[in-house]
């Protein structure tokens, strides 16, 4: 394998992503190719990278606003009781 491919602890480096970037489909370094096959963590940043996103670094989201929580569980209790309405009109 190709030195400067492959960082210490075996996974891809900057370049060794590059150059499988780089290669035809199907005619890529063989090596590289079967290890990120195998490697997860490899394949994460490939991706990401493939995408323009930072690899292991997600958008935060915010959560949602503290009325549309309560109108969520309304509209779920408002279900709730209606089953339980329905299930006692049917006995």
Do not use: F, N, Y
């Not at 900057?14 to 195998?38: E, N, Q, R, Y």
């Amino acid at each position: 394998m190709p030195e400067g491919l492959l960082d210490s602890q075996g996974h891809l480096t900057a370049a060794g992503l590059a150059a499988i970037a780089a290669a035809p489909v199907g005619k890529g370094p063989a090596d590289l190719a079967a290890h990120l096959a195998s490697c997860p963590r490899c394949q994460e940043r490939m991706l990401a990278g493939a995408m323009g996103e930072s690899p292991g670094r997600r958008e935060r989201r915010e959560p949602p606003p503290a009325w549309r929580i309560w109108v969520v569980l309304g509209a779920a209790l408002v279900l709730l009781i209606s089953i339980l309405i329905t299930i006692r009109s049917l006995r």
